[in-house]
T-cell receptor, first 114, second 116 residues
């Protein structure tokens, strides 16, 4: 069975600072991994995905994530935070076989301060 | 184009009542998913429909929960005899196909259910 652990339910950064949101996964098969973002009162929107190609994945809004098999991690980063990045971020892993039945982490609320 | 539409956006019901939540997927999307988002618990998979195949109901928490998808399009999630622990945001998502490699999930804005 797959699982995802997101360390830190709340992260606060200053505008212009580095954003680092942590995600570790557990999977018995090579995983497909995802980061989704949820703005207030909206559904989830795909930021980026890892599907066994390049280990460094670039997504929308300047975010990127690096798949590290040895650390079973898929941390999300952005070099410079913007106020508009304030949202909740979810890491997810696909059920074996690359299906769309995803197991999500508990989410990290990102706050960006002036 | 139109995204995934869910109705109602908010629903308040009394404990013990039945509720129906509706999801209109993106036209042409063959796969449809229901997730439940509870405070501090992330998203929990409930049920998955793919084309004409039998649905994957492995995430439904009890037999009070059921869902159907009529005509391969609109889906209704029904919760019978609602309990306070059913209070959550219910999210629907659809995708062109079943593969996460090339058909990402598109989520609706959810239905916030409050059971009093």
């Amino acid at each position: 069975a797959q699982s995802v652990t997101q360390l830190g339910s709340h992260v606060s950064v200053s505008e212009g600072a580095l954003v680092l949101l942590r995600c570790n996964y557990s999977s018995s098969v090579p995983p497909y991994l995802f980061w989704y973002v949820q703005y207030p009162n909206q559904g989830l929107q795909l930021l980026l995905k890892y599907t066994s190609a390049a280990t460094l994945v670039k997504g929308i809004n300047g975010f990127e994530a690096e798949f590290k098999k040895s650390e079973t991690s898929f941390h999300l980063t952005k070099p410079s935070a913007h106020m508009s990045d304030a949202a909740e971020y979810f890491c997810a892993v696909s059920e074996g076989g690359g299906g769309n039945k995803l197991t999500f982490g508990t989410g990290t609320q990102l706050k960006v301060e002036l | 184009g139109a995204g995934v539409s869910q109705s109602p956006s908010n629903k308040v019901t009394e404990k013990g009542k039945d509720v129906e939540l509706r999801c209109d997927p993106i036209s042409g999307h063959t796969a449809l998913y229901w997730y439940r988002q509870s405070l501090g618990q992330g998203l929990e998979f409930l049920i998955y429909f793919q084309g004409n195949s039998a649905p994957d109901k492995s995430g439904l928490p009890s037999d009070r929960f059921s869902a159907e998808r009529t005509g391969g399009s609109v889906s209704t999630l029904t919760i019978q005899r609602t309990q306070q622990e059913d209070s959550a945001v219910y999210l629907c998502a659809s995708s062109v196909g079943a593969s996460s490699y090339n058909s990402p999930l598109h989520f609706g804005n959810g239905t916030r259910l409050t059971v009093t």
